[in-house]
T-cell receptor
């Protein structure tokens, strides 16, 4: 399975942008990049996903490197409610290994007031 | 939609006891998975299913059994509980690949303590 690598922790100030990096150097051509976050004492929730092009939604933006070996989740204005563990995972679009999605330890984001 | 539901929310077992953690989803998702999360750690995949009647092992399957007789339900059975299985268990579901929005939806978790 293709794996991802993320920093263990990051800090941000409230109302400032946050860039959360993820390396996935062994990504295959049919792997989608998914981001999830886990608020304290809750199950993970979907944030955003993409294949090749940069993506935006109401929660965040996803910037994907041209060679697809890395990506960055961008929170444009961090709030205290964004403090969470952020996971970057790969999900294969075209075969049943998409069912075998594995999570790493993620990045713990601390937002300071 | 209720989404992904898990029961019970909390459970305490003695070593050697068996039990079944229940997971159900009402979104007609083909894919379902079980993860465990130990304190301060990420999620590790236990078992997963790509449709009714089809299951496979994840990263840490030992000590757990699953079956998938319906699309909606995916129970996880602990055969003989051990203290090392103390963890929070999350169930997740998604559409199959190729369908739009095949992100995973997670349940609220079951906190299991084995003494």
């Amino acid at each position: 399975d293709a794996k991802t690598t993320q920093p263990n922790s990051m800090e941000s100030n409230e109302e400032e942008p946050v860039h959360l990096p993820c390396n996935h150097s062994t990504i295959s051509g049919t792997d989608y990049i998914h981001w999830y976050r886990q608020l304290p004492s809750q199950g993970p929730e979907y944030v955003i996903h993409g294949l090749t092009s940069n993506v935006n939604n109401r929660m965040a933006s996803l910037a994907i490197a041209e060679d697809r070996k890395s990506s960055t989740l961008i929170l444009h204005r961090a709030t205290l409610r964004d403090a969470a563990v952020y996971y970057c995972i790969l999900r294969d679009l075209y075969n049943t290994n998409a069912g075998k999605s594995t999570f790493g330890d993620g990045t713990t984001l601390t937002v300071k007031p | 939609n209720a989404g992904v539901t898990q029961t019970p929310k909390f459970q305490v077992l003695k070593t050697g006891q068996s039990m079944t953690l229940q997971c159900a989803q009402d979104m007609n998702h083909e894919y379902m998975s079980w993860y465990r999360q130990d304190p301060g750690m990420g999620l590790r995949l236990i078992h997963y299913s790509v449709g009714a009647g089809i299951t496979d092992q994840g990263e840490v399957p030992n000590g757990y059994n699953v079956s998938r007789s319906t699309t909606e339900d995916f129970p996880l059975r602990l055969l003989s509980a051990a203290p090392s299985q103390t963890s929070v268990y999350f169930c997740a579901s998604s559409y199959r690949p190729g369908q739009d929005s095949y992100e995973q939806y997670f349940g609220p978790g079951t906190r299991l303590t084995v003494t």
